[in-house]
């Protein structure tokens, strides 16, 4: 199985929105509303932003929100902050037992 | 509040095998959840290796031939064994939480494959 596919990276001004896409197949994200997005800071463990698609864990910014078309998930952040500047990993549980990840972006903040 | 705390080598020599252990307080490892782990090559992405789930275990097909996950309930700890390992298996390793999302994470622990 392959990795979800991100971008490498992405970047925007303060202020201002970005979305994240993380695609798969008809057996992850197509498949199940088990899609979550992680944000993972230089030498941190990562931490979970959104899961089940949409949904926001206590104490994550309403900034953060996901949603969902086909095979295709996305993260948007807005009113970006020079703190939101990190690593984001989608994931993705599949058809077959397992647990799939993205590859990764890094956010910019300019 | 569950706490997971990991324990084990950073340094294993190629084709012996990666041993780590994470100890959950806070939380019954019999009570439900699965139990697995992840990991981080420098640089890189994170990887989904495995889980554990009231005895069943489910793996990465791609290492499965290699990982062996196990729990000690009566320590409220599981296990993390990945075997014949080269210098690709050199990562950060995480313990974590999970059911269809990770809740919870170790702290990592920064396995090196070298002689």
């Known amino acids: 199985q392959s990795a979800l596919t991100q971008p490498a990276s992405v970047s925007g001004s303060p202020g201002q929105s970005i979305t994240i896409s993380c695609t798969g197949t008809s057996s992850d994200i197509g498949f199940y509303e088990f899609v979550s997005w992680y944000q993972q800071h230089p030498g941190k463990a990562p931490k979970l932003m959104i899961y089940d698609v949409t949904k926001r864990p206590s104490g994550v910014s309403n900034r953060f929100s996901g949603s969902k078309s086909g095979d295709t998930a996305s993260l948007t952040i807005s009113g970006l902050q020079a703190e939101d500047e990190a690593d984001y990993y989608c994931?993705?549980?599949?058809?077959?037992?397992?647990?799939?990840f993205g590859g990764g972006t890094r956010l910019t903040v300019l | 509040q569950v706490q997971l705390q990991q324990s084990g080598p950073g340094l294993v020599k190629p084709s012996e095998t990666l041993s780590l252990t994470c100890a959950v307080s806070g939380y019954s490892i019999s009570s439900g959840y699965y139990w697995g782990w992840i990991r981080q090559p420098p640089g890189k992405g994170l990887e989904w290796i495995g889980a554990?789930?009231?005895?069943?275990?489910y793996y990465n097909p791609s290492l499965k031939s290699r990982v062996t996950i196990s729990v000690d309930a009566s320590k409220n700890d599981f296990s993390l064994k990945l075997t014949s390992v080269t210098a690709a298996d050199t990562a950060v390793y995480y313990c974590?939480?999970?059911?269809?999302?990770?809740?919870?994470w170790g702290q990592g622990t920064l396995v090196t494959v070298s002689s």
């Open positions: 554990i789930h009231r005895g069943n275990t």
């Open positions: 994931s993705s549980y599949t058809s077959i037992n397992t647990w799939l």
């Open positions: 974590a939480r999970h059911l269809y999302v990770v809740d919870s």
